[in-house]
């Protein structure tokens, strides 16, 4: 029987055995967009003399935005061209973004053309410029968009600087081709940078680049390592993000918080762009500081955000007794159970727990964000599933009201899986209630009926008990998830006659002592 194709990486796709450590360009999967980012500080960064160079295109760009937004007065065809100029396209074919159950993401789009518009017709843009905040020292920073801007997040400035540079990604991607002996043939793109001589976007040329062999037509570009980090955070807002740069920078904290009058941890997006506005010392520190300490790519040996997941994983059932179809729902969910047995062992009981923590020194420090938990069940899962011809295994399943973590399909037959945190007590939904309960009470069940599941099962990491943390541990948090259970199952099967049962499934990934200390 004919394996079913799986979700491959790059490396994968064109039986590359290099090592990670051997390889320079991210190893890009090539049916989801991994949350990572391009950051243009890590370009200004460079070792490479023509990379830095790269940089310099922003100011060139901007400036030209901004000396066209001024001409504009009440010409039509004005507005049109300056709205068209700030029309960013998603390169898809780069596979990075917050959409990571596919490479379909929206990309800045329209919508923020509109708000670019905006940002450059509206006083904004001129009060920096009058301030030199837009263009310290003559040279523009990225970072401004950002922080003036709203919802500009990493993956909108990432699609912004993919766009700019993309004449030298086609040609590294190129010259990483010819170096590995990987076959290219003439493949169109959508967008294919900014002519900068002609101050104009190109686009629709056909270009000689590696096909996806996922995506038929479509091209692949690579982009190095050196370009790429991760969020600081799950969320990656500006606030948070100068709030986490000010906090290590004791004497730009000190001169932020006499300027509001306020404590870091109280200022808002407001007192922010108007201590930069008003105070370019400060605006100047902070980007000085953020250029030459707070940026660091991503390590793609440690992996430490499991973004190779389904690469490391790929070999990890090769030679279990795994079957190749399954006859009826029955099979469906003790084949998935046995799954999340194997994953539980792999998490809870062998070293898999050391991934779901961060480390210090040496020393797990904290939690492991809950995106690391899912990716390390995707990466498995993947691997395990795809064995089963006719099983389909599906991560992030949108179901019109969010995204559902998992569902396993077999025909009408269907599990709907949902993975938390035991320590994530954040306070969510109306009226509020700890986010390891919402996810049980109210989450999976609205998930379930929507993807008309048979199944539901969910999922927890505790890190913490009562034998690793006597004073921090989540032991009742698990009771208490045991105790509802009942009754959520009971509303569920009212709720849909065919939904049969609800399954909660606690994995102790505190730290356990070395097989010697034992």
């Given at each position: 029987?004919?394996?079913?194709?799986?979700?491959?990486?790059?490396?994968?796709?064109?039986?590359?055995?290099?090592?990670?450590?051997?390889?320079?360009?991210?190893?890009?999967?090539?049916?989801?967009?991994?949350?990572l980012f391009i950051d243009p500080f890590l370009i200004k960064k460079s070792h490479i003399d023509k990379e830095q160079t790269l940089f310099e295109r922003f100011g060139d760009f901007f400036r030209f935005a901004y000396d066209k937004s001024l001409n504009i007065r009440d010409d039509e065809e004005e507005?049109?061209?300056?709205?068209?100029?700030?029309?960013?396209?998603?390169?898809?074919?780069?596979?990075?973004?917050?959409?990571?159950?596919?490479?379909?993401?929206?990309?800045?789009?329209?919508?923020?053309?509109?708000?670019?518009?905006?940002?450059?017709?509206?006083?904004?843009?001129?009060?920096?410029?009058?301030?030199?905040?837009?263009?310290?020292?003559?040279?523009?920073?990225?970072?401004?968009?950002?922080?003036?801007?709203?919802?500009?997040?990493?993956?909108?400035?990432?699609?912004?600087?993919?766009?700019?540079?993309?004449?030298?990604?086609?040609?590294?991607?190129?010259?990483?081709?010819?170096?590995?002996?990987?076959?290219?043939?003439?493949?169109?793109?959508?967008?294919?940078?900014?002519?900068?001589?002609?101050?104009?976007?190109?686009?629709?040329?056909?270009?000689?680049?590696?096909?996806?062999?996922?995506?038929?037509?479509?091209?692949?570009?690579?982009?190095?390592?050196?370009?790429?980090?991760?969020?600081?955070?799950?969320?990656?807002?500006?606030?948070?993000?100068?709030?986490?740069?000010?906090?290590?920078?004791?004497?730009?904290?000190?001169?932020?918080?006499?300027?509001?009058?306020?404590?870091?941890?109280?200022?808002?997006?407001?007192?922010?762009?108007?201590?930069?506005?008003?105070?370019?010392?400060?605006?100047?520190?902070?980007?000085?500081?953020?250029?030459?300490?707070?940026?660091?790519?991503?390590?793609?040996?440690?992996?430490?955000?499991?973004?190779?997941?389904?690469?490391?994983?790929?070999?990890?059932?090769?030679?279990?007794?795994?079957?190749?179809?399954?006859?009826?729902?029955?099979?469906?969910?003790?084949?998935?159970?046995?799954?999340?047995?194997?994953?539980?062992?792999?998490?809870?009981?062998?070293?898999?727990?050391?991934?779901?923590?961060?480390?210090?020194?040496?020393?797990?420090?904290?939690?492991?964000?809950?995106?690391?938990?899912?990716?390390?069940?995707?990466?498995?899962?993947?691997?395990?599933?795809?064995?089963?011809?006719?099983?389909?295994?599906?991560?992030?399943?949108?179901?019109?009201?969010?995204?559902?973590?998992?569902?396993?399909?077999?025909?009408?037959?269907?599990?709907?899986?949902?993975?938390?945190?035991?320590?994530?007590?954040?306070?969510?939904?109306?009226?509020?209630?700890?986010?390891?309960?919402?996810?049980?009470?109210?989450?999976?069940?609205?998930?379930?009926?929507?993807?008309?599941?048979?199944?539901?099962?969910?999922?927890?990491?505790?890190?913490?008990?009562?034998?690793?943390?006597?004073?921090?541990?989540?032991?009742?948090?698990?009771?208490?998830?045991?105790?509802?259970?009942?009754?959520?199952?009971?509303?569920?099967?009212?709720?849909?006659?065919?939904?049969?049962?609800?399954?909660?499934?606690?994995?102790?990934?505190?730290?356990?002592?070395?097989?010697?200390?034992?």
């Open positions: 029987m004919e394996e079913k194709k799986e979700p491959i990486h790059f490396t994968q796709a064109y039986d590359l055995l290099n090592k990670e450590k051997d390889l320079d360009f991210f190893d890009l999967n090539l049916e989801f967009d991994s949350r507005y049109l061209s300056l709205k068209a100029l700030l029309n960013f396209h998603e390169p898809k074919e780069i596979g990075l973004g917050y959409t990571e159950n596919s490479n379909e993401g929206a990309g800045p789009g329209p919508s923020f053309a509109n708000i670019l518009f905006n940002f450059f017709v509206g006083n904004s843009a001129k009060r920096l410029i009058k301030e030199e905040g837009l263009f310290p020292n003559g040279k523009f920073n990225p970072i401004t968009l950002q922080i003036f801007i709203d919802d500009l997040g990493s993956d909108g400035l990432s699609d912004i600087t993919a766009n700019l540079i993309m004449d030298y990604l086609i040609e590294y991607t190129q010259t990483q081709c010819e170096i590995l002996g990987v076959p290219m043939k003439q493949l169109p793109l959508q967008s294919d940078g900014f002519d900068f001589e002609e101050m104009e976007w190109k686009g629709g040329a056909y270009y000689n680049l590696p096909e996806n062999p996922l995506r038929e037509g479509e091209a692949i570009i690579l982009v190095p390592k050196r370009f790429l980090r991760a969020s600081e955070t799950e969320n990656d807002h500006i606030e948070s993000k100068v709030k986490g740069i000010l906090s290590q920078d004791p004497e730009l904290s000190k001169r932020f918080s006499l300027f509001v009058n306020k404590k870091v941890s109280d200022i808002s997006m407001e007192d922010i762009r108007n201590v930069f506005l008003n105070e370019e010392s400060i605006f100047k520190r902070y980007l000085d500081y953020l250029t030459e300490v707070r940026i660091r790519p991503y390590d793609f040996e440690k992996d430490i955000l499991k973004f190779l997941s389904i690469k490391t994983y790929s070999k990890y059932f090769e030679g279990k007794d795994i079957p190749h179809t399954i006859p009826d729902c029955n099979a469906l969910f003790e084949t998935t159970m046995e799954f999340i047995s194997i994953f539980k062992d792999h998490c809870g009981v062998t070293d898999g727990w050391k991934d779901l923590w961060t480390w210090e020194n040496g020393t797990e420090h904290s939690p492991a964000r809950e995106a690391v938990f899912g990716r390390i069940f995707r990466g498995m899962g993947f691997s395990y599933f795809h064995r089963i011809y006719d099983v389909t295994f599906l991560p992030e399943v949108g179901t019109g009201n969010g995204s559902l973590d998992f569902s396993v399909i077999h025909g009408r037959c269907r599990i709907a899986i949902e993975l938390k945190r035991l320590s994530n007590s954040s306070p969510k939904g109306v009226p509020p209630i700890p986010s390891y309960r919402h996810g049980l009470e109210r989450q999976l069940p609205n998930y379930a009926y929507l993807h008309h599941a048979t199944h539901a099962i969910y999922i927890t990491a505790q890190h913490y008990t009562s034998r690793y943390s006597p004073k921090s541990h989540d032991d009742n948090r698990a009771l208490e998830l045991q105790a509802i259970l009942p009754d959520v199952e009971k509303e569920m099967k009212k709720s849909r006659k065919e939904f049969k049962s609800l399954h909660y499934i606690n994995i102790d990934v505190s730290p356990k002592q070395p097989a010697s200390n034992i």
